[in-house]
């Protein structure tokens, strides 16, 4: 699945539009250490690259990635959220 492109731009090879594809993704860390955004957004990608496969495309153009950051009350503590969601076009190449 890694070999599929995740982009915020188009590509110039010829392709088919299969369809829009969304994912949700977040990371939740400790009081002491800050949520990474980071591993948020390599989760998040990878979701868009697990539903590309499903529909059996080699692509996802013109992403859009956001994010929020929220707290998250534990049992002994807060806790930082960091969520990321995404959204773009599944494309098969010719």
Not at 6 to 18: A, C, H, N, P, S
Not at 39 to 56: H, I, P, S
């Amino acid at each position: 699945m890694n070999n599929i492109l995740v982009t915020t731009g188009d590509i110039k090879e010829d392709y088919e539009i299969v369809d829009a594809i969304f994912a949700l993704d977040s990371c939740t860390e400790g009081v002491f250490k800050g949520a990474d955004p980071n591993k948020a957004f390599d989760k998040v990608k990878d979701g868009l690259r697990k539903k590309a496969n499903e529909l059996g495309a080699h692509a996802v153009i013109n992403c859009e990635f956001e994010y929020r950051v929220a707290v998250s009350q534990g049992i002994m503590s807060s806790k930082q959220v960091i969520e990321i969601f995404a959204y773009g076009t599944a494309v098969r190449l010719h």
